[in-house]
Every structure is written in structure tokens, then in C-alpha cells.
């Protein structure tokens, strides 16, 4: 790797005003996950490494009046030992319990996560199902931007050099949510990067009619997506296998507008359609079945 100077920032108010001065020069350093397989590759040649693994402030997981306050430093295993995001955003929780490795897991953050906008990248879906904003902090001040905007094409961040993410502010799960869920398909069954992932949020009335729905499509869109037709498609609906395989179509044909007709397309096509079904069907009642859990 390049020669490269480190410096271990002692609060905010120090790494922002290094960011100022130095920020062209410089990446962040947090879990390291994918900084340092960037610098050992090439692909990222800094003159100075910023840790910013241990500033309090990005260390916060939270509850605030009308929001999920979790801290861009948090690491994929404290997503895991949350008693708040197992309440609040289970969805977020089941996709750490699925991200890489117990190793990997206990350095990887889920601020860099997000801004190395890999689209595979396993917490996107379920900060979108959430309506997370990623509160960024700059020379400027602070400034609110969603998640769904942080990527402007695969690996490039929307985020100018002398900016950093502080923390996500996340919609907090519904009372009235009765299911959600996160599945992935990889290249092998365990510690696999995701090729598509799927992230849902529902709820459902009385009479089994879906009453609210969040859903969001990973890894197959170069930048990530709510797909809200889908959302649109399946409230008020009583749901039913044929509904769903459906609807699983319909995602597809969505996802083939944003990317093209690619080589790709002939194994992504079905596994999509079955995918969206095997995540969905818990909310088809069988006759005379009490109302499940979540």
C-alpha cells in the first residue's frame, strides 16, 4: 500500500476541521472493512487515513421524540445487541444478523455501509423500508439527505470530501406492524455478498386487507430504490398466492426499466418473482388461521 499518515480525530468539532483543510486528501476510517481493501487494491490512494471509530457522537443509538436516533459509527454487531433497534427497526436487525461475518460484523459500521454505496450493500433496504435520512455534517453545518439520494452511481458517494455522516434518523416501526422481514441471495447460502436483497414492512387489518406495506429492492438497481407501485399494488388487497406472484412480476418489469435488458436478466427475472414471494407469503391467511405474529 502507499505511504499514508494517520490521525485519530478526538472529537467532531477536530475531525470536521481537519475534513476543511484536508478533506480531497483524505478517507475516513471507521471499520475499515473497505477502505483498506481500496488502499491495498489501488482503487484509493489517501495521504491521510481519519479515524473516526470512537467519537462519541457517532457512537449513539437513541430514541428521540419521533425518531431512531443510530449513530453512523455503530457497528453491525451493536445493531445486533440493541434492545431499541430490535423494537423499533427489526427489519434492520434481521439484515445485520445476515451481514458477512461475526469478525467483520464487529468493526464494520453502518455509516460506512451506506457511503461506500456498494449496491449490494445489506442495510440499505432496511433503512429505506424505514425512511431513514442521513444527518451529514460539513463546513456549512449540519444538512439532512436521504438515504435513498446518498449514491449517485455504484461506489460513488453524493457526499463532498469535507463532509461526514454523524447519524440516520430512522421512521420508527409502526404500532400497528404485524410482519416484516429481510432475506438475501447470494453466491453460497452463509457469508455471501448479496446479488439481490429484499427488505418489507406491513401491516394488516382485521379482515387480513394489508393496510400498510414498505418495501425496497437491494443489489439489483445500480442505486437503491423504493418501489412504491409495488407498495401501491398490495394495500387494501386481502393477499393470496396468485396476488403475490403477481406482483413479484411486476417487480421484475420495474427492476428491468431502471437497469435494461441484461445478460443477467434471464436468472434474475424469476429468482426476483420467487424471492418476493417467499418474503411476502406470511401474509397470505390460511382459511379459518388466526392472525399471525410478527
Known amino acids: 500500500m502507499p505511504a499514508v499518515e494517520y490521525l485519530r480525530a478526538q472529537d467532531l468539532s477536530q475531525a470536521m476541521a481537519f475534513l476543511k483543510g484536508h478533506g480531497p486528501e483524505t478517507k475516513l476510517l471507521a471499520g475499515g472493512t473497505d477502505v483498506m481493501v481500496d488502499m491495498r487494491s489501488g482503487d484509493a490512494r489517501p495521504r491521510y487515513l481519519l479515524d473516526i471509530s470512537r467519537l462519541p457522537e457517532l457512537k449513539r443509538i437513541e430514541m428521540l421524540p419521533t425518531q431512531l436516533s443510530v449513530g453512523a459509527a455503530v457497528t453491525i454487531s451493536e445493531l445486533l445487541t440493541s434492545d431499541l433497534i430490535r423494537q423499533q427497526a427489526p427489519t434492520l436487525r434481521a439484515a445485520a444478523e445476515k451481514f458477512a461475518s461475526t469478525q467483520v460484523r464487529n468493526v464494520a459500521t453502518i455509516g460506512g455501509n451506506i457511503a461506500h454505496c456498494s449496491p449490494c450493500g445489506d442495510t440499505v433496504p432496511p433503512l429505506l423500508i424505514h425512511d431513514a435520512l442521513a444527518v451529514v455534517a460539513g463546513p456549512g453545518g449540519q444538512r439532512l439527505m436521504p438515504v435513498e439520494e446518498m ?27 404485524t410482519y416484516w422481514g429481510f432475506h438475501k441471495i447470494g453466491r453460497r447460502r452463509e457469508l455471501a455478498i ?51 406472484w403477481q406482483t413479484g412480476r411486476l417487480l421484475a418489469d420495474q427492476m428491468l426499466a431502471v437497469t435494461g435488458r441484461r445478460s443477467s436478466a434471464v436468472y434474475k427475472e424469476p429468482a426476483i418473482q420467487g424471492l418476493f414471494v417467499r418474503l411476502t407469503r406470511p401474509l397470505v391467511r390460511e382459511p379459518h388461521s388466526e392472525k399471525r405474529p410478527g
Not at 449514491?151 to 406492524?177: Q, R
Open 151 to 177: 449514491a449517485s452511481g455504484p461506489y460513488h458517494c453524493s457526499l463532498a470530501p469535507t463532509e461526514l455522516i454523524t447519524h440516520f434518523l430512522l421512521t420508527p416501526k409502526p404500532d400497528g406492524a
Open 194 to 244: 448479496a446479488r439481490m436483497s429484499m427488505a418489507v414492512m406491513a401491516g394488516q387489518s382485521d379482515d387480513g386487507r394489508i393496510a400498510f406495506l414498505r418495501f425496497a429492492l437491494g443489489a439489483c438497481t445500480p442505486t437503491p430504490h423504493r418501489f412504491d407501485d409495488i407498495e401501491k399494488a398490495l394495500i387494501g388487497q386481502v393477499p393470496d398466492d396468485q396476488l403475490l
